[in-house]
């Protein structure tokens, strides 16, 4: 039935200001009328990583997945199209590239990286791992670049499958969604949470027919952005439920207040097996949560990714308002079970995971100037005179087998000034300097860009003379 | 004309027992009648990286890389499929793989990184550029797994667009291949040079037919695995060439000596304004390669990837062997304008590059068994009795936020001694161990893995402690 939902879609509030990823000179891609004009397909874009943040900020979040016991698995780009198949629910599916058929083999590009993983862990039938894949997912939308939605995107998951302490899983993902966020430093943020069985047992509870469950979960899935007045009219109008029904899930869904009065709530007015389960599952969840200091809001109201979805669900918002959400993700304990259950042996392994939006995060990170430009080295080899590029590069040579990071000048006529200059506009510390005369007599000499004092050193000593001053 | 050559395609001479990449239980994908079993698409393969050498590997090459002023470009996975067509040489066009198309517009996934590179500078009209790129791009062949031969698998380029000093840029990707095989410590190796104007020049010289060049270069191409009495044949009896024109041919191609011998024996054998400009610039590569402290030997009989070389060509392969070439490159000064020239203004930026065969280096390391597993953690908090699962954690969290590389036993029963077992197995520096009456008493018991001897420490100064003996 929740066929309409896609688990771990990002919702689709843009950017502040989209970052296009567009050369140094700084030249946007011009429109031409002509067929033969070049660019990229439509919905992708070429990514040139001049700044430091876009690696260093996804070294970050493996370092936080290595310390939750994250294995690294790349799975292809494509899968076998019946892998992926009705796995996304009806409109998604529509959303999936194929590609042109090869020697009878249906193929199509990945839509998600879950997928790809309930796969392997079906194919060789894994029963317990914790992975991680950071990769690009494609889908067949119509894009709309201004809003950051792309054709090809990156998705960033973390999943643990197999049989743990029951919700201790659940609550790693909490936490390493929290720790992220707070190391990337990327400001206040809420981590609302729900649970699947339990928003089903509430609406089924209040009188909504199991045929709306999925239209009212829409419905009900857009309070974050609008009032309950509105959701309350679209439900009795769209969705034709009677009054009485909307003002009882009311009651459920727009309850605010502390979790442990949320699970009061719940627990005395939802009844049979299902939502018992569920609430007690929240109950342990929040204990974990405690012991890992994450702080996580009880939201009635969040329906997201329902297709996959079994258990506790969530979806972390920046507070600022800027972008959507950042980082979502659930349980989902079927999705390998119904991979294999065609075959003759049916293999099923429950599993929990977390998406984070990192191209998202990129765009954030590149608005707030958090871009550290890396070093463009710590030594530059100049020369004054034409024609001592040989022995620039000589010099050079010797210093990147001492280990020292250098750059040399490499135009063989090049203004000495320019040079000098390079080094000071890119904070270069030493600059050797390579002389006819002083070539001759064997020596060089050293400058410290800052203060523009030059010592006289003999080649000999040079790399010693170099890693003294930069230790200093 | 030269049609059928492949730029930068790797020989396929397989490394000595290709690895498969399992899962950790060993379990390998089983055969499987029936269409609904589960497996990757034809060619294609999951990679698990439980050790960490794939990763240090691209680690090690970019730190090269950045070090020669490389800026890393991430282009999609796809281009336009009138963007590649034509640029591979007649066979491999065939070996494009095709999307299905998507509102009129055709695309193919990428069939290496060079000709999405030289989109890059057209489109954006780049005149000077140092770009690397690690990636996956696809071929449409018959995958022959045990040969290494894969439709998906990564190439890892470094290219230099633009007008520098002649050949400077030609030297520098010799010396980063030499660096990163050093740095890698893969043994030793040999670069192979030549010069495609210089080999076309040499052919003609030698009274091959301009009709036959392609051919011929093909045959003698061979001279790596082959000796020259079989080529020999192959050119007489398949390529049709006289006898006279072959020994003519053995004196240039077969020659053997110092690369100073070989530039004599080119500048006073062959004539015409094309050779004497490519003699020269060998003579100046050479100097160049000398100054880097770069190994080179002339060879004149090697003739790859000519379908963009216009220059200097090379390749690299390890002495012992096993595998076939590792890295290999050169000049392609007439891509990015070819990519222009039905466009209304034509763009040109003379281009030199190299690829790396990193999927081969993984394999060669996995076989020298370098891998050096990642340490788990090195602090692991464990417990003796069961129900203390949720002080382990508030423990552990603490042992997080003071940035202590720390893993908790996750089971809430789980044997003591195999947690203490665990932890040396695993090489865990200190064990945590909380315990009930300890708890009570504020107090925790601190574990030397190696000498199992116990202390007990106050709550409150447990991280100190812990830094002290992480860094004794």
Redesign the interface.
Do not use: W
């Given at each position: 039935m929740w066929a309409t939902f896609f688990r771990r879609s990002f919702s689709t509030t843009p950017a502040a200001s989209p970052v296009i990823y567009?050369?140094r000179?700084g030249?946007k891609?011009k429109k031409?009328g002509?067929a033969?004009?070049?660019?990229?397909?439509?919905g992708?874009?070429?990514?040139?990583?001049?700044n430091a943040h876009r690696?260093s900020t996804i070294r970050t979040i493996e370092d936080v997945f290595?310390?939750y016991?994250g294995?690294?698995?790349?799975?292809?780009?494509?899968?076998?199209t019946?892998?992926l198949l009705g796995k996304y629910g009806g409109e998604a599916n529509k959303l999936v590239?194929?590609?042109?058929e090869?020697?009878g083999?249906r193929?199509s590009?990945r839509y998600d990286l879950t997928v790809p993983f309930a796969?392997?862990l079906?194919?060789?039938?894994?029963s317990k791992?914790r992975?991680y894949q950071i990769g690009?997912v494609?889908r067949?939308e119509k894009p709309v670049m201004t809003k950051g939605r792309y054709c090809?995107f990156h998705q960033c998951d973390f999943d643990i499958a197999g049989v743990?302490?029951p919700m201790?899983p659940d609550a790693e993902c909490l936490s390493i969604v929290d720790?992220v966020v707070k190391k990337l430093d990327l400001g206040s943020f809420t981590t609302r949470v729900n649970h699947r069985s339990l928003l089903e047992a509430v609406l089924l509870q209040c009188g909504v027919p199991v045929e709306a469950i999925q239209s009212v979960c829409c419905s009900i899935d857009k309070l974050d952005k609008e009032p309950w007045k509105k959701v309350s009219e679209e439900l009795r109008l769209q969705n034709n439920i009677p009054s009485s029904v909307v003002s009882e899930l009311e009651r459920f869904i727009t309850f605010e207040g502390e979790n442990t009065d949320m699970i009061k709530l719940f627990r005395e007015k939802v009844g049979g097996p299902q939502a018992t389960a569920s609430i007690q599952e929240m109950e342990v969840l929040f204990?974990?949560c405690?012991?890992?200091?994450v702080n996580v809001t009880f939201d009635p109201s969040l329906a997201r990714g329902l297709d996959y979805y079994t258990g506790m669900i969530f979806e972390t918002v920046l507070e600022d308002g800027a972008c959507g959400s950042i980082a979502a993700g659930g349980r989902y304990d079927n999705l390998v079970h119904s991979?294999?259950s065609?075959?003759?042996k049916p293999f099923s392994v429950p599993c929990v995971g977390l998406s984070i939006g990192i191209e998202r995060i990129f765009s954030l990170l590149e608005q707030k100037k958090k871009n550290t430009k890396?070093a463009v080295?710590d030594v530059f080899v100049a020369s004054p005179q034409k024609s001592l590029?040989?022995?620039r590069?000589?010099v050079w040579?010797k210093l990147?087998?001492a280990g020292i990071?250098?750059?040399f000048e490499?135009?063989?006529k090049s203004k000495f000034l320019d040079q000098l200059q390079f080094c000071e506009a890119n904070d270069v510390k030493l600059a050797v300097i390579i002389g006819e005369q002083e070539s001759k007599e064997g020596v060089l000499k050293l400058r410290n860009v800052a203060t523009r004092e030059e010592t006289i050193v003999p080649e000999g000593s040079l790399i010693d003379e170099i890693q003294k001053r930069l230790v200093d």
């Open positions: 567009s050369h000179s030249a891609q031409k002509n033969s004009a070049l660019k990229t397909p439509r992708t874009r070429d990514f040139l990583d001049e690696k290595k310390c016991g294995t690294e698995l790349d799975t292809p780009v494509y899968e076998l019946d892998v590239y194929d590609l042109v090869n020697d083999e193929c590009l796969r392997y079906a194919m060789n039938r894994v791992m992975r690009k494609y067949r090809e743990e302490e201790l720790e204990d974990y405690n012991a890992f200091g991979l294999t065609e075959t003759r890396e080295a590029l040989l022995e590069i000589s040579k990147r087998d990071k250098a750059q490499r135009r063989n």
